[in-house]
């Protein structure tokens, strides 16, 4: 009985690690598709970066890579965890700096911030 125990549980755990490597990839793709994944060293181009003179405020992940911009003055939607959402003014204050909901912010610490919470930053959708 106790031989016939081990191969069943061998035969369970066997298959239990194949469909979580299944859901793993699967994940991984739903994840590229929708934009999410971002491979790493990717760069953006000189081109896609505002003028010195424009009041456009750049908004990166942690380790500085261009996600979006927009305009003084516009929002961004935080959205949280839980799936709550959030509108965001925001005012640029300097290349580096803007004000989000009253705040300022550093972008580069913003963006650590927004990752340690668990938000989730992208520019508001205008009607």
């Known amino acids: 009985m ?3 125990g081990v191969f069943v549980g061998a035969m369970v755990g066997g298959c239990f690690g194949v469909v979580v490597t299944c859901l793993a990839v699967a994940a991984k ?3 590229e598709e929708d934009g999410i994944y971002e491979p790493e060293g990717r760069q953006v181009s000189d081109t896609a970066l505002p003028k010195a003179d424009d009041k456009t405020i750049c908004f990166t992940d942690p380790k500085g890579i261009l996600l979006f911009t927009i305009p003084d003055g516009d929002c961004v939607t935080l959205m949280y965890g839980d799936g ?3 509108a965001g003014v925001c005012r640029y204050l300097d290349q580096d700096h803007a004000e989000i909901n009253g705040v300022k912010w550093q972008m580069a610490e913003f963006a650590l911030q927004m990752q340690i919470r668990g938000i ?8």
Do not use: L, Y
């Not at 989730?120 to 009607?127: G, N, R």
């Open 2 to 4: 106790g031989m016939i």
């Open 29 to 31: 793709k739903a994840d």
């Open 84 to 86: 709550e959402t959030v």
């Open 120 to 127: 989730v930053v992208s520019p508001a959708v205008t009607k």
